[in-house]
């Protein structure tokens, strides 16, 4: 089965990061980044953790602990993860169990940003280390300016859609556009 990618919005919402280690403090960045409220369940967590704006609860997992949470990350040892997944699947919450694909609904990916653009890469859990090769391979290609590509293209948009340019139209457009822009 393929998986379905998509982009969350956690702004504002409630994450669960399970875990205390170095692994679940990796996690932490971009999920603040996010905008995400972050708590972090853990018996022992790392002072990399202790974050404005971050609950931290020093004890073991529960189930309870998925109340009001939107998304879980689960970087803890396997057997954790897999409590944390069968907790969350019985509550309808996307999972992301860190190094454990069998056990997560959710896979996190090789992710490449350049202001508002993103570029996600997936293994689909079976491969981390190719999906960051990947995402490195693709930032030495990229050029430095996308997000002057992005302005254009945003403007542009807005241009063709009071023309009524047919949206069928518009990607051929913006390719001509961006390479006169290199011509």
Same mark, same amino acid.
């Given at each position: 089965?393929? $998986?379905? !990618?998509?982009?969350?919005?956690? =702004?504002?919402?409630?994450?669960?990061?399970?875990?205390?280690?170095?692994?679940?403090?990796?996690?932490? !960045? +971009?999920?603040?980044?996010?905008?995400?409220?972050? /708590?972090?369940?853990?018996?022992?967590? #790392?002072?990399? &953790?202790? @974050?404005?704006?971050?609950?931290?609860? @020093?004890?073991?997992?529960?189930?309870?602990?998925?109340?009001?949470?939107?998304?879980?990350?689960? +970087?803890?040892? $396997? =057997?954790? %993860?897999? /409590?944390?997944?069968a907790a969350?699947?019985?509550?309808?919450?996307?999972? %992301?169990?860190?190094?454990?694909?069998? +056990?997560?609904?959710?896979? &996190? #990916?090789?992710?490449?940003?350049?202001?508002?653009?993103?570029?996600?890469? #997936?293994?689909?859990g079976r #491969?981390? /280390?190719?999906?960051?090769?990947?995402?490195?391979?693709?930032?030495?290609?990229? !050029?430095?300016?996308?997000?002057?590509?992005?302005?254009?293209?945003?403007?542009?948009?807005? @241009?063709w859609k009071?023309?009524?340019?047919?949206?069928?139209?518009?990607? $051929?457009?913006? &390719?001509?556009?961006?390479?006169?822009?290199?011509?």
């Amino acid at each position: 089965m393929k $998986p379905y !990618p998509v982009f969350l919005r956690l =702004e504002g919402r409630r994450v669960l990061l399970v875990g205390g280690g170095k692994v679940a403090a990796a996690k932490l !960045p +971009a999920l603040i980044e996010a905008g995400a409220r972050v /708590a972090v369940v853990a018996p022992v967590i #790392s002072p990399e &953790l202790a @974050r404005p704006g971050v609950q931290l609860r @020093r004890e073991p997992f529960s189930p309870a602990d998925l109340e009001g949470a939107f998304f879980v990350v689960s +970087a803890a040892p $396997p =057997e954790v %993860n897999r /409590a944390v997944a069968a907790a969350a699947e019985a509550r309808g919450l996307f999972v %992301n169990a860190v190094d454990d694909a069998e +056990a997560a609904s959710a896979w &996190l #990916s090789g992710v490449l940003r350049r202001g508002d653009v993103t570029l996600a890469i #997936s293994t689909a859990g079976r #491969s981390p /280390a190719l999906a960051g090769l990947l995402r490195e391979a693709l930032d030495r290609l990229l !050029p430095e300016d996308l997000e002057a590509w992005l302005e254009m293209g945003e403007t542009l948009r807005r @241009r063709w859609k009071a023309d009524g340019v047919p949206m069928r139209d518009r990607r $051929p457009l913006l &390719l001509r556009v961006l390479q006169e822009i290199y011509s």
